[in-house]
C-alpha cells in the first residue's frame, strides 16, 4: 500500500517520536539539558514541512530518565520549550510534547507502546481520530504504539533490531515528508 492510499489531508493528525526522528538519540543515555539536544540534520525542516500537511503535531517520548532521578520534569519542559521554539522560528507547529516519566513497568504505566499519551491529546483535542494519524518513531514500541491505535506507521530507519514492521521505513523525518509531499 502507497502512502496514496491512507488518504492522508489536511484533517490528519501527526505524532512524532522525539529521540531518533527529530534530534539525535543519546544511546544508553538520556538528553538532560538543552546542550545535550541536537536537532537531526533537516528534521526542522520536515516538520515545517509536515505542518503544512497535518491539522495537528504532537510529540509523544518516553523519558524514564525523570523516574531514574537523572532529570527533572522542569529539564524536560525546556528542552521541549527549547525544541517548539526553534522548530516555530522556521514556520513549523507542534501543538503539545506528551512524555512518560516513569520507570519500565511501573503500576501506572505511560510509556508507549502503550496508548496513554494519545489518549491525553485525544482527551484535549477531540478532532483526533486515530485511524486519521500518522506515527513516527524508530523504534519498535513507537510502531506498536500507533498500530495499537489503528493508526498508519512509519519507521524512520536505525541500527536498533526491528521486530515489528512498519507501513512505511524511510530514512529520516525528512524523506517521510518528501515521500508523502509527492503522493498526496
Not at 75 to 83: D, G, K, V, W
Not at 103 to 122: C, S, V
Not at 128 to 137: E, H, K, P, T, Y
Amino acid at each position: 500500500m502507497s502512502i496514496k492510499d491512507w488518504g492522508v489531508d489536511g484533517t490528519w493528525t501527526l505524532f512524532l517520536d522525539r529521540d531518533g526522528v527529530i534530534n539525535e538519540r543519546i544511546f544508553g543515555g538520556y538528553i538532560t539539558q538543552i546542550s545535550d539536544f541536537h536537532f537531526l540534520e533537516n528534521s526542522e525542516q520536515a516538520i515545517v514541512s509536515l505542518s503544512n500537511i497535518f491539522h495537528l503535531t504532537f510529540v509523544v517520548t518516553n523519558q524514564q530518565g525523570i523516574g531514574k532521578g537523572l532529570m527533572t520534569e522542569r529539564n524536560l519542559l525546556e528542552i521541549h520549550a527549547y525544541m517548539c521554539d526553534q522548530i516555530h522560528r522556521q514556520g513549523g507547529k507542534i501543538k503539545k510534547c506528551l512524555f512518560a516519566p516513569n520507570l519500565i513497568g511501573a503500576d501506572d504505566d505511560m510509556r508507549k507502546p502503550e496508548p496513554d499519551m494519545a489518549n491525553l491529546a485525544q482527551m484535549e483535542y477531540p478532532q483526533v481520530q486515530f485511524d486519521r494519524c500518522v506515527m513516527v518513531g524508530d523504534t519498535d514500541s513507537d510502531i506498536l504504539f500507533g498500530k495499537n491505535l489503528g493508526m498508519k506507521t512509519v519507521r524512520v530507519k536505525t541500527d536498533e533490531t526491528i521486530g515489528v514492521e512498519a507501513d512505511l521505513t524511510v530514512l529520516s523525518l525528512l524523506d517521510f515528508s518528501k515521500k508523502l509531499k509527492n503522493e498526496i
